[in-house]
């Protein structure tokens, strides 16, 4: 029972996480000292869909799973919680690609709004 509790913890957490990389961004204009925590962890996010390197966290859970006599699986977190409901055909290298870039792409423009802000209001 305690191994299934802790592996939805690890879930939770998990999802959490890949939300902040997402959208922490959009966060960091709210919060600007937030990017201190954002950018570490959105480099890591980035990292882990261009390399297609598994988060440790998903074994974590599998092998918490399993103590608690739940079955594991295999790939990622996202190929088996986010995949199935947003790519119900599959998780290609080429999505996980487009993924990365997205993040990427989300958070540059969120930073590049932060930096404006900040250049505006800096004394000349």
Request: with cysteine; glycine share 8%.
């Amino acid at each position: 029972m305690i191994y299934r509790v802790l592996a939805d913890l690890v879930l939770v957490i998990h999802l959490a996480f890949v939300l902040f990389v997402v959208l922490g961004g959009l966060f960091v204009l709210r919060w600007p000292r937030l990017a201190w925590l954002h950018i570490p962890a959105a480099v890591w996010g980035v990292l882990i869909e261009y390399t297609g390197w598994i988060c440790p966290l998903t074994p974590l859970e599998n092998s918490l799973r399993v103590k608690g006599g739940e079955a594991g699986y295999s790939g990622g977190f996202i190929q088996h919680y986010i995949q199935p409901v947003l790519y119900p055909a599959g998780l290609t290298r080429s999505t996980q690609l487009v993924l990365g870039s997205a993040v990427l792409v989300l958070n540059f423009a969120a930073y590049a709004i932060v930096w404006s802000r900040s250049r505006n209001h800096s004394p000349q």
